[in-house]
């Protein structure tokens, strides 16, 4: 595994910067556009943990129509050319001390989850068939119940956007 | 099924691969552009189209290239600068990634993806972010308007492009694009196999939405709002000249290629021919004489497809922004749900 190590190594790296860059910058759309950095990666680490399937899934949905939404409701609003000012909120401080937070839950949750656990060394590209067996067989409630989720999220923005 | 290339080394193929992909791309897109674009287009319009560089115009082409080449790299004063020079590469990135999935052959692939469809749908969707950004980058009002024309045009089209292609995928019953070939030269037509069963004849209705939703992605009229020249000067194109525009057209044209081919595979068999003419019965089978005249085969396909495409798009006025969206939502995704719910009872009764 020592290939994907670095290769995790490396994009973990540009994507940590590509995160600070996101709420550093000051500009809307460059922040945008870090982001789109920062998703990107995931995909790529989605790769190199041989699970193809969520990783296009990844570019999909969070590059190919959440950022680009996230870009075009910028753009139809506010969305200068240059840096902004005021882009920075008095309080940001207060996301230091929740991120540090954050970031200690998720690393205990993974300790204590995982441990010394290893990948193993040839980690067989999950294919989607597999996925799909394990999505409609034993955790179909589950989805059931996120597509229920979807669709209430739905209609409640249909509600909320039509005058009549 | 390896026999040709299981010798060469790595690295070698790779470096084949990359070189066969940038073939795959730029022979198509200048093809397309001088068959097309110059001669069909003139001759639609009673006129001879370039006649003088080369024989019946054909050098007209490298002409063009020269010129744009060594044009100034010019920006407008108030644009993002780093940001209006990167949004045509990303435009071309999106095509170069999609080409990478499409089988040429039985060895000839550049990779063999397991979701090769739906890595396909979603590297195409990259390309609006090169668009959008395209359009706020260069500081126009015009280039920002067709941005977001382009980007709420595509975000609507995709749908019945991912929806129109389920069918295909219900059908074949995988989503690696060279089984689907497979799928469709094994096949008969109700115990007949001399034609194999492309999934033209099944999934009709899928292929004229997955056409539509070709036309409308690519931006060519009678959905080229983004652009639109009487209205929007150039749209999020506007600004841009020399080899930075040259990008951009390169990416229309290519990718107007790209989904042909991709088109070709999903619905008009592929790079295959019947495998009961020549007696194979599986993809290791197959002469190596495939892998030369598979990309031919391909190549004759795409040719016939962007005819398809450039007819229309020189045939038809242009619509309107609200027609445009209504005919995504309120025609063509009910209609290829219907035809997604449709091809899956037939699958489960037969």
Known sequence: MVAQNIAFGIVAAVMVWGALRVVTVNNVVHAALWLVLVLAGAAAQYVILAAEFVAITQVLVYIGAVMVLFLFGTMLTRARIGAERELNNKSWWLGVPSSVLLLGVITLALVSGFGDEELPKDAAVVSTQEISDLIFGPYLLPFWALSFVLLVAVIGAIVLARKD | ?350
């Open chain 2, 1 to 350: 099924m390896l026999g040709l290339i299981a010798d060469v080394s790595y690295w070698t193929q790779s470096l084949l691969r990359v070189f066969g992909g940038i073939v795959a791309i730029l022979l198509p897109a200048g093809t397309i552009v001088y068959v097309f674009l110059f001669k069909m287009m003139s001759f639609m319009q009673s006129r001879l189209g370039p006649m003088e560089a080369g024989p019946f115009g054909s050098l007209q082409l490298f002409a063009e290239v020269g010129k744009w080449l060594q044009k100034e790299d010019l920006y407008p004063e108030r644009a993002d600068r780093f940001i209006f020079k990167m949004a045509p590469l990303i435009v071309l990135s999106s095509t170069f990634l999609l080409v990478a999935v499409v089988p040429f052959g039985p060895d000839a692939w550049f990779t063999n993806f397991e979701a090769g469809v739906f890595y396909a749908l979603a590297v195409s969707s990259v390309s609006v972010l090169g668009i959008l950004i395209a359009g706020w980058a260069s500081a126009n009002k015009y280039s920002l308007l067709g941005g977001l024309r382009a980007a709420g045009q595509l975000i609507a089209y995709e749908l019945p492009m991912v929806l129109a292609v389920v069918g295909v995928v219900i059908q074949a019953g995988t989503m690696n694009l060279q089984q689907i070939v497979v799928a469709q030269n094994t096949g008969s037509i109700f115990g007949w196999a001399g034609l194999g069963n492309p999934y033209i004849l099944t999934q009709c209705v899928g292929f004229v939405i997955f056409m539509i939703a070709v036309q409308a992605e690519l931006t060519q009229a009678p959905f080229d709002m983004p652009i639109a020249e009487s209205e929007l000067v150039s749209g999020y194109m506007t600004e841009y000249s020399g080899f930075r525009f040259l990008i951009f057209f390169i990416g229309e044209f290519a990718t107007a290629g790209v989904f042909a081919f991709i088109a070709s595979v999903l619905f008009l068999g592929g790079w295959g021919v019947p495998f009961s003419w020549f007696g194979w019965t599986s993809i290791d089978s197959i002469d190596n004489w495939m892998n030369v005249v598979g990309p031919l085969i391909m190549f004759t396909k795409m040719m016939l497809l962007v005819f398809v495409i450039m007819w229309v798009r020189f045939s038809y006025p242009r619509f309107r922004e609200d027609q445009l969206q209504r005919f995504a939502w309120k025609s063509l995704i009910p209609l290829s749900l219907v035809n997604i719910m449709a091809t899956s009872v037939l699958k489960v009764a037969f």
